[in-house]
């Protein structure tokens, strides 16, 4: 079983739609958890971060978790073509500096 | 400034070749990262230093040697490398506490082919 999974996508919704990006991890001892954005031959870019369990909003994402399930996820509203990228979800351990990434999910926005 | 500078951006290397990447971040972060990403893959943790320290090495092989000479700069050293080698190296800084909350910000990458 690998540590970070996401669904690879593509996940195509339409412009101005909700994008709804999920995760599922391994290791009940993750306490933070990541959400980058990465366009393709670019670096990653973080977007959002959470640590307790509900939800959380930054503009138009929003970050939801779910320890009990293992399960976190990334809301987008009033998605653009412009978020059309990969979206990484990454976790860590309460102590140590290891970030392990997820497959990624590929999001694209049609206009 | 969340600013990490990799240099260079792009480089073509033969296989008796020795490089190295570098890698600088001026915002006071104590804990710095390598990262390696293949096409159409998540990036892959390195090697990771702490306090100037290397921490974690998650088993890379000995052609790649990373170097941190001070808080600010990390290089990896690059020799005698393997055409499956080419990649995406991605260096990144966090502000080294060990408490989990802390995020990782990435350089641009240098895009490296191994000929």
């Known amino acids: 079983q690998k540590e970070v999974e996401q669904n690879s996508g593509p996940l195509s919704v339409p412009e101005g739609a909700i994008a709804s990006l999920n995760c599922t991890y391994s290791?009940?001892?993750?306490?933070?958890f990541f959400w980058y954005r990465q366009y393709s031959g670019k670096s990653p870019e973080l977007i959002m971060s959470?640590?307790?369990?509900g939800d959380k909003e930054d503009g138009r994402f929003t970050a939801q978790l779910n320890k009990a399930s293992q399960y976190v996820s990334l809301l987008i509203r009033d998605s653009q073509p412009s978020d059309s990228a990969t979206y990484l979800c990454?976790?860590?351990?309460?102590?140590?500096?290891?970030?392990?990434f997820g497959a990624g999910t590929i999001l694209r926005v049609k206009s | 400034d969340t600013e990490v500078t990799q240099t260079p951006k792009h480089l073509v290397m033969g296989m008796t070749n020795k490089k190295s990447l570098k890698c600088e971040q001026h915002?006071?972060?104590?804990?710095m990262y390598w990262y390696k990403q293949k096409a159409k893959k998540p990036p892959e943790l390195m090697f990771v230093?702490?306090?100037?320290?290397?921490?974690i090495n998650e088993s890379v092989p000995s052609r790649f040697s990373p170097e941190c000479p001070n808080s600010s700069l990390l290089n990896l050293h690059l020799h005698a490398l393997q055409p499956e080698d080419s990649a995406l190296y991605l260096c990144?800084?966090?502000?080294?506490?060990?408490?989990?909350?802390?995020?990782?910000?990435f350089g641009s990458g240098t895009q490296l082919s191994v000929l």
């Open positions: 990144a800084s966090s502000q080294g506490w060990t408490g989990g909350r802390e995020k990782l910000f």
């Open positions: 290791d009940r001892v993750s306490q933070s």
């Open positions: 959470i640590y307790s369990n």
């Open positions: 990454a976790v860590k351990r309460e102590y140590g500096n290891k970030l392990v």
């Open positions: 915002m006071g972060h104590r804990a």
């Open positions: 230093y702490s306090y100037e320290k290397l921490s």
